[in-house]
């Protein structure tokens, strides 16, 4: 039975796979974030105790200890250095922050994920940086970038000029100067 003495402090829902020694790699998909651990849903039931490799979108890989089942939910202990848990924990919980946002209070526009994720960013100070959309909207992208912008940053995205509005790990979110044209925006779109 999953115990739930310890309160959910964030839903978080983000892809994931999970493989151990025992077991070949299976599909998950985080639920909460408690202060003991996470959980995840499978089809596939990992034994309690059994020593997980995980790799979640957006936070990354890290070994983890799972301490409960209960159908197809699975609760795990994170098993990191003290630094490495406490970056988890603060991504996972800006990640949640983030999907707990009414949507439609702060983006004008509906996304899409884009087949051409492969993009060049022009920077102002002359860098050129690879990037690699996340997603695409008539006002704006969320890229990943290896390198830190700032934001207010003025860049080009492909040949769109836009500006960084905010950065998180791994990434950030760009404004386009000019909105496109909303007829524009469709999965084959190239900026």
Not at 126 to 145: E, F, Q, T, W
């Amino acid at each position: 039975m999953i115990h739930r003495s310890s309160a959910s402090l964030r839903t978080l829902i983000l892809p994931a796979y999970c493989r151990s020694r025992e077991q070949s790699e299976f599909h998950a998909v985080t639920k909460d974030i408690y202060q003991s651990g996470i959980s995840f849903r499978s089809a596939t039931k990992p034994q309690i105790d059994q020593v997980l490799t995980c790799s979640v979108r957006y936070v990354g890989v890290f070994e983890a200890r799972v301490v409960e089942t209960e159908g197809h939910l699975f609760i795990v202990r994170v098993l990191t250095s003290r630094e490495r848990g406490g970056e988890i924990a603060r991504t996972m919980l800006a990640l949640a922050h983030e999907q707990v946002r009414p949507l439609e209070a702060w983006r004008a526009h509906s996304r899409i994920s884009p087949m051409n994720k492969d993009v060049l960013i022009t920077v102002d100070d002359g860098r050129i940086l690879p990037g690699r959309l996340i997603n695409v909207s008539a006002s704006g992208a969320a890229l990943v970038v290896e390198d830190t912008l700032e934001p207010g940053a003025h860049i080009v995205i492909g040949s769109t000029p836009a500006r960084v509005v905010r950065d998180f790990r791994g990434g950030i979110g760009a404004a386009f100067i000019a909105p496109l044209d909303p007829a524009q925006i469709h999965a084959g779109i190239r900026l």
